[in-house]
């Protein structure tokens, strides 16, 4: 595969995944695995809100988390933080928060 620029005259793509911005070179991967997805989505949750103990897995681009947290705006923010990571398509939350009752299926 080339990387070539394809010509475009709304900004400059390349085949391969390139895009020139603004005097700036940045690669963008055609697919990014499941384990990526899943590394950079823990390493988000656990250093911007410091939150530990959430379940989480990727499939398919497709983000499940599980586990409890202490309140409602740390359950909206994991999930806010989860949608924008690159590579996620849906986000499904089964995260409870402490002091409610717990999701079915959870001990």
Do not use: C
Request: net charge negative.
């Amino acid at each position: 595969m080339s990387n070539r620029w394809n010509g475009s005259s709304e900004g400059k793509f390349f085949s391969g995944g390139f895009q020139e911005r603004m005097g700036e070179v940045e690669l963008r991967p055609k697919y990014l695995s499941d384990q990526h997805v899943r590394a950079q989505i823990v390493e988000r949750i656990t250093t911007q809100l410091h939150a530990e103990g959430i379940e989480v897995e990727v499939e398919g681009g497709r983000a499940l988390l599980r586990g409890r947290v202490g309140s409602e705006e740390e359950k909206r923010s994991i999930e806010r933080i989860v949608q924008s990571v690159q590579g996620v398509r849906a986000v499904e939350s089964q995260l409870s928060v402490e002091g409610e009752p717990p999701l079915e299926g959870e001990p």
